[in-house]
């Protein structure tokens, strides 16, 4: 199993970039896929992207495609997620997820750092 902490959220204007971190503490973190979702008061959990356990392979929603950038470095139990030309709606909690590789479902989740976009 694994715990996980996001970082790195806070208060930006429309068109900055901001880039939260996800660490994980405990065992095998390199054997973990991680996923990040978000989530604004009133509205659906929506997801963000996925990076394999690996690095090999990255996956992002409709939405973020050519502006966010999910990476991970598994020699310091991070996955990060860039984010570029930020805009009011981006404005949400942002949370990262962890399901181990050869597992079903990401049920390992950390307690989520808040985005704040202003006009």
């Known amino acids: 199993q694994v715990q996980l902490e996001e970082s790195g959220g806070g208060l930006v204007q429309t068109g900055d970039s901001l880039n939260v971190s996800c660490v994980g503490y405990?065992?095998?973190?390199?054997?973990?896929?991680i996923r990040w979702f978000r989530q604004a008061p009133g509205k659906e959990r929506e997801y963000v992207a996925t990076?394999?356990?690996?690095?090999?392979?990255?996956d992002y929603g409709d939405s973020f495609k050519g502006r966010f950038t999910i990476s991970r470095d598994n020699r310091k139990n991070t996955v990060d997620l860039q984010m570029n030309n930020l805009k009011p709606e981006d404005t949400a909690k942002y949370y990262c997820a962890a399901r181990f590789y050869s597992a079903s479902d990401f049920n390992y989740w950390g307690p989520g750092t808040q985005v704040t976009v202003s006009s």
């Open positions: 990076i394999n356990w690996n690095g090999d392979t990255a």
């Open positions: 405990g065992r095998a973190f390199s054997l973990y896929d």
